[in-house]
């Protein structure tokens, strides 16, 4: 199975199955020199980690990252090496059991049958490779990137919409998102959207939601024209991730309703001298390079596709069944989509300032 890495000079490689021994990543290409120790992993992996709120799956997972290579201390602390970083985080509570009545069937909104058309071969305990327990590689990953990126960058994500229930723009606030088991961008929505998906949950159902991301603090410049544009990589790389269905970068799709006037980005000059944007349609990037202004997307993740309600499917020879999911599971796998999604941004983000700086100093 190929492309499992992501990035160019800064370089993630995932590995590892849901009901596997363990999981864990490989970045290749971080600078030496950077403190970085197993401490500097955990919050963000606490905040992706199962079993946090009746909200999402109950599987027990401490998701405990240990360091492997990459790092040494010569006295002055653990430093990155500039040697591939090896981060290993293993599995604690699977129960394979659950999935044996899918062993030969396809479970439908599922990758089985595309998996097994393609290789032959499948393992079909939690989805094997195509599980969304992949994704915790990636926030470890991602945690290196942050420190790569330094403070200056702020990565920032949370839930907007909730299946039909949308934030105004006006009301969403990112400082409260890790506040909630929701990561709902807003305060005020929380008893109304836990009602909401307190009702999905218990009818064993489940329902998609959108993760506005926003980043401030990138400068102008990072990315490339055309074949290595930054918004076009961080396109693919967000619909990379588990359940993903769409992404948005700016205005997005609602761009298509506006005229050129509403569209285009005015600019005056600031009092340093640099251009000030009137607004920020283009989400921080002209031209496949970013403004300086905040690269705003958003990204829609569909309903979890394991849910309790029989569907109509077949299985691998040939049997028409109908197949009930059983197992735990998100009702909406968004909601631990969001520091997901902040931590592929990082690696993006990573990568394109170290391409930036390699070209232009």
């Given at each position: 199975m190929s492309h499992?890495?992501?990035?160019?000079?800064?370089?993630?490689?995932?590995?590892?199955?849901?009901?596997?021994?363990?999981?864990?990543?490989?970045?290749?290409?971080?600078?030496?020199?950077?403190?970085?120790?197993?401490?500097?992993?955990?919050?963000?992996?606490?905040r992706r980690k199962p079993g946090g709120s009746r909200f999402v799956t109950q599987r027990k997972e401490s998701d405990t990252a240990r360091i492997l290579s990459g790092v040494f201390d010569d006295g002055?602390?653990?430093?990155?090496?500039?040697?591939?970083?090896?981060i290993l985080i293993e599995n604690e509570d699977q129960r394979s059991k659950d999935y044996g009545e899918i062993a030969r069937a396809f479970r439908p909104g599922h990758a089985d049958y595309a998996y097994q058309a393609k290789y032959g071969v499948r393992d079909y305990r939690g989805g094997g490779r195509s599980s969304a327990r992949e994704t915790a590689s990636r926030v470890a990953a991602g945690a290196v990137a942050r420190k790569v990126l330094g403070e200056a960058v702020r990565i920032r994500a949370g839930v907007t919409q909730l299946g039909p229930h949308r934030l105004d723009q006006a009301a969403i606030d990112f400082d409260v998102v890790y506040d909630n088991a929701l990561f709902a961008a807003s305060a005020d929505s929380v008893p109304a959207w836990e009602a909401y998906l307190d009702g999905v949950r218990k009818a064993g159902s489940s329902v998609g939601a959108i993760v506005a991301l926003e980043i401030d603090g990138v400068p102008a410049?990072?990315?490339?024209?055309?074949?290595?544009?930054?918004?076009?990589?961080?396109?693919?790389?967000?619909?990379?991730?588990?359940?993903?269905?769409g992404v948005e970068i700016g205005a997005g799709f609602e761009a298509a309703a506006l005229t050129g006037e509403e569209n285009a980005d005015e600019m005056r000059m600031g009092d340093d001298g640099r251009p000030v944007f009137l607004s920020n349609k283009a989400g921080g990037v002209l031209g496949g390079i970013s403004t300086g202004q905040?690269?705003?997307?958003?990204?829609?993740?569909?309903?979890?596709?394991?849910?309790?309600?029989?569907?109509?499917?077949?299985?691998?020879?040939?049997?028409?069944?109908?197949l009930r999911t059983k197992g735990r599971h998100d009702p909406c796998v968004a909601l631990r989509g969001v520091p997901v999604v902040e931590a592929t941004a990082a690696c993006v983000l990573a990568d394109a300032f170290l391409r930036h700086r390699a070209q232009v100093g």
């Open positions: 499992n890495t992501f990035g160019h000079l800064f370089r993630v490689t995932t590995w590892g199955e849901s009901h596997g021994p363990a999981i864990g990543c490989v970045v290749d290409g971080c600078p030496p020199g950077i403190p970085l120790t197993e401490a500097d992993l955990q919050p963000w992996l606490d002055d602390g653990p430093v990155t090496t500039g040697a591939p970083i090896s410049g990072w990315g490339a024209p055309l074949y290595g544009k930054l918004d076009a990589e961080l396109g693919a790389a967000l619909m990379s991730i588990n359940a993903v269905k905040p690269i705003t997307a958003r990204v829609a993740f569909k309903p979890t596709s394991s849910i309790l309600t029989p569907r109509r499917s077949v299985d691998r020879d040939g049997n028409e069944v109908d």
